[in-house]
């Protein structure tokens, strides 16, 4: 079938065929053990519209073929190719972001995270007599369409002029390939641009373009985005001096969220400090950190061990 021809199957016609109690578990179960994302019964409804919009993407005439087409990519290895399984789990993730998001975790990096970091790698790099200074590395995980590593960019550039030449990486993730294009485009609306974001970061840092306001190259030159499954290994990404997981744990149950937090503590080295969403905390789910008061936000800071 066609491209042409897939846009014209009509997502209501799939949305008409209510999923039974069977399938519905079936696919809950699926979704967690492909992304983590527990799937409230009371939300059928959105389950199965979001279905119908993935059946019509990939040219599958109903959520019946869908589904019968995730049970066959189920005989596939995680790295083979599986497009309606990920399709699925795309569909089902929530990518609500803006810039700035929360304010308090951005103004305690600039004010106080990075510049002590700095100034530990400046220290290291006199007792070494190394060439450079190590770089503090920050990863922005479940980053959904870009702003969290962006934001975390502007920040980074705006404090420069007090890190003494050290140099800031930041590596953005998330599950959602969809979200990552988008993120790795830099266009955004006039609405999403404004959410969070002051006019003087807007002027320095945002090029208007028909459709919105780009990212300027040079800020999206600041950030490396890949896709990452938080339920998989995180071997590749490195070590990180910081990271920030801001309400992306929300949507996994408490095992999920444990087993979650000591692959991230494992990215850590004894020192860095995590951010998470303002309801989220590690305190009862994970040893290896503990509460960090940074004045103007709350932070958790990995532990030996």
Not at 25 to 39: D, F, M, N, P, Y
Not at 118 to 142: C, D, F, L, M, V
Not at 146 to 161: D, K, T
Request: charged letters at 20%; aromatic letters at 6%.
């Amino acid at each position: 079938m066609t491209a042409s021809a897939a846009r014209a199957i009509p997502p209501t016609v799939a949305r008409l065929q209510p999923l039974g109690d069977a399938d519905r578990q079936w696919l809950a179960q699926l979704v967690h053990r492909e992304c983590g994302i527990v799937t409230a019964p009371d939300k059928s409804y959105l389950l199965q519209s979001r279905l119908a919009a993935v059946a019509a993407s990939l040219a599958v005439p109903s959520i019946t073929d869908l589904l019968a087409t995730l049970r066959t990519e189920q005989h596939i290895g995680r790295r083979g190719p599986r497009p309606a399984t990920l399709a699925v789990c795309d569909a089902l993730t929530t990518n609500e972001t803006l810039f700035f998001r929360d304010g308090h975790p951005f103004d305690a990096l600039a004010t106080r995270v990075l510049p002590e970091l700095a100034a530990r790698r400046q220290r290291a790099q006199g007792t070494a007599g190394a060439a450079r200074p190590e770089p503090i590395r920050i990863w922005s995980a479940a980053c959904a369409t870009g702003q969290e590593p962006y934001s975390l960019a502007m920040v980074a550039a705006l404090a420069a002029p007090h890190l003494g030449g050290v140099p800031v990486e930041i590596v953005a993730t998330d599950y959602s390939e969809r979200a990552l294009a988008r993120a790795r485009e830099g266009l955004y609306s006039e609405f999403e641009v404004r959410r969070g974001l002051a006019p003087h970061h807007l002027a320095r840092w945002f090029v208007p373009e028909p459709g919105g306001l780009r990212v300027a190259p040079a800020l999206r030159c600041a950030v490396r985005f890949q896709r990452q499954n938080l339920l998989e290994s995180f071997v590749g990404l490195g070590s990180f001096a910081v990271v920030l997981c801001r309400n992306g744990l929300l949507y996994f149950d408490a095992p999920t969220r444990a087993r979650v937090l000591e692959a991230i503590a494992d990215t850590m080295r004894p020192g860095a400090l995590l951010f998470l969403g303002g309801t989220e905390s590690t305190l009862g789910t994970c040893a290896r950190f503990r509460r960090a008061d940074l004045a103007t936000s709350i932070a958790f800071e990995r532990i030996d061990g």
